[in-house]
């Protein structure tokens, strides 16, 4: 009797298809990095919204083709590091920010430093974010999510760059913007998640005019990109602040009455 022979345990994959649309918002993070190193500040910043299209594409892939993973959630919080965190930063960087060399030595460490606290945020921002996910309310960000942050900085440099107008003239305003986008990402500011309310099938639908205004977005997109992107991305920025004071003066009013 021949002695039975056990099959070799199967080597742990990975879900391709999740993963490779990770893979292509990590490369266009990459590439917003080189294409901003050589002053191509509009390819730069076109890729950091292509790596933003593309992270919201690979999660509902996952989803929708049962393919999630754990392999997949820690992948995508690295490349979004990449993409979201140091593409901006740099790309701000190379655009304005080392422009505050010309006003000394100081303010020349102010401009990297300044880079530098927008890339450690967005790893704070996404740190929190996984550690949070299960806990809290899916209709709502804790902080401005690390894309939108990316969008505000990319729609800036990008609008600018549009306009014919240098970042060395702008490097205060790029300097206040790198400086808010960072601590909005890690304050305690609430933000809507646009994934509608509750649990189950009815999740993530959201109000009808949701659809109009993003109509409305991708008509304006076509007629001109950068401006679009740097007032959406302004507006949205805005709105956990606003929505703070407003709650506080409701709080105020309720207390008062």
Request: glycine letters at 10%.
């Amino acid at each position: 009797m021949e002695p039975q022979t056990t099959a070799p345990p199967r080597g742990r994959g990975i879900y391709l298809l999740p993963n490779l649309f990770t893979t292509g918002g990590l490369f266009a993070g990459f590439f917003a990095i080189i294409a901003a190193s050589q002053g191509r500040y509009g390819a730069a910043c076109i890729a950091i919204f292509v790596a933003g299209i593309l992270d919201g594409i690979d999660g509902r892939v996952a989803r929708l083709t049962n393919t999630q993973s754990e392999f997949g959630v820690q992948y995508d919080s690295l490349a979004d590091l990449i993409s979201f965190g140091m593409a901006p930063a740099l790309v701000m960087y190379h655009w304005a920010l080392m422009s505050m060399k010309l006003d000394g030595v100081t303010l020349g460490k102010i401009g990297w430093l300044a880079a530098f606290l927008y890339a450690a945020c967005a790893a704070l921002r996404l740190a929190r974010f996984n550690s949070q996910v299960a806990t809290v309310d899916k209709r709502w960000f804790i902080g401005l999510a690390s894309p939108a942050a990316a969008g505000l900085m990319a729609s800036f440099v990008w609008t600018c760059h549009e306009l014919g107008l240098a970042g060395e003239d702008l490097r205060y305003g790029a300097l206040a913007v790198t400086v808010v986008a960072a601590l909005l990402m890690v304050s305690r500011l609430r933000y809507n998640s646009f994934k509608g309310s509750g649990t189950g099938p009815r999740a993530e639908r959201v109000p009808f005019v949701a659809l109009l205004i993003a109509l409305g977005i991708l008509i304006a997109l076509w007629v001109d990109p950068p401006k679009t992107l740097l007032a959406a991305a302004t507006l949205y920025a805005l709105s956990g602040p606003v929505l703070w004071f407003w709650r506080r003066r409701e709080v105020a009013r309720a207390e008062a009455s």
